[in-house]
């Protein structure tokens, strides 16, 4: 099982707002990343660190954490968002060992 | 630019061997580590394990103990992923991809910045 625990499906309004969620104990220390991944693609790197997105990505993706929960935010979600969401983080085991979360998919109505 | 590209599709009948290449560029092949992850079809995305170009160091997922090799072959930036005694279940597309991070004064952030294009490994009889 899964060290990180993702809703497996979320759904928004286009343009309203929607957070997806990552729960897991390594979250108390490493920071989370996120990835998007379309139908029959590789996945994209969305967030990483505290609240960093790579080049390219567009603004209305943030991050944040709280605890042992980290969060994807999208403000203003739009159709091309429609995915599946990963999170990923180091295990608690101090190992270097990695982990994702179970994914969740993203339903823009 | 930074790019994995990933060795052809594969198909392969139940216990023999699958090796799935990886050929970075865009950047100095050692400074980073590769992961291998795989994803079966219509599941999520699964940690198989990584290796250390520039040592040579890998570690694996408990899953994948005993059946899987991974190397790297520094004189043509490629990192390769064995996989032994395949099973059905393993039917999955393989992706590398390059680690990425940094750390602060009281937490750290690890990512795959880059990822291959996917390789298709059909175990079938």
């Known amino acids: 099982s899964s060290e990180l625990t993702q809703d497996p499906a979320v759904s928004v309004a286009l343009g309203q707002t929607v957070r997806i969620t990552c729960q897991g104990d390594?979250?108390?220390?490493?920071?989370a990343s996120w990835y998007q991944q379309k139908p029959g693609q590789a996945p994209v790197f969305v967030i990483y660190?505290?609240?960093n997105r790579p080049s390219g990505i567009p603004d209305r993706f943030s991050g944040s954490r709280s605890g042992n929960t980290a969060s994807l935010i999208i403000i203003g979600a739009q159709a091309e968002d429609e995915a599946d969401y990963y999170c990923?983080?180091?295990?608690?085991?101090?190992?270097?060992?990695?982990?994702f979360g179970g994914g969740t998919k993203l339903t823009v109505l | 630019q930074v790019q994995l590209v990933q060795s052809g599709a594969e198909v392969k009948k139940p216990g023999a061997s699958v090796k799935v290449s990886c050929k970075a560029s865009?950047?100095?092949?050692?400074?980073?580590?590769i992961y291998w992850v795989r994803q079966a079809p219509g599941q999520g995305l699964e940690w198989m394990g990584w290796?250390?170009?520039?040592?040579?160091?890998?570690k694996f997922a408990q899953k994948f103990q005993g059946r899987v090799t991974m190397t790297g072959d520094t004189s043509i930036s490629t990192a390769y992923m064995e996989l032994s005694r395949l099973r059905s279940d393993d039917t999955a597309v393989y992706y590398c991809?390059?680690?990425?991070?940094?750390?602060?004064?009281?937490?750290?952030?690890?990512?795959?910045?880059?990822w291959g294009q996917g390789t298709l490994v059909t175990v079938s009889s």
């Open positions: 991809a390059r680690e990425g991070g940094f750390c602060t004064s009281t937490s750290c952030a690890w990512y795959f910045d880059f």
């Open positions: 990923n983080s180091r295990d608690s085991s101090g190992k270097h060992l990695g982990v």
């Open positions: 660190g505290k609240n």
């Open positions: 290796i250390n170009p520039n040592s040579g160091g890998t």
């Open positions: 390594s979250l108390r220390g490493d920071y």
């Open positions: 865009g950047y100095t092949f050692t400074d980073n580590f």
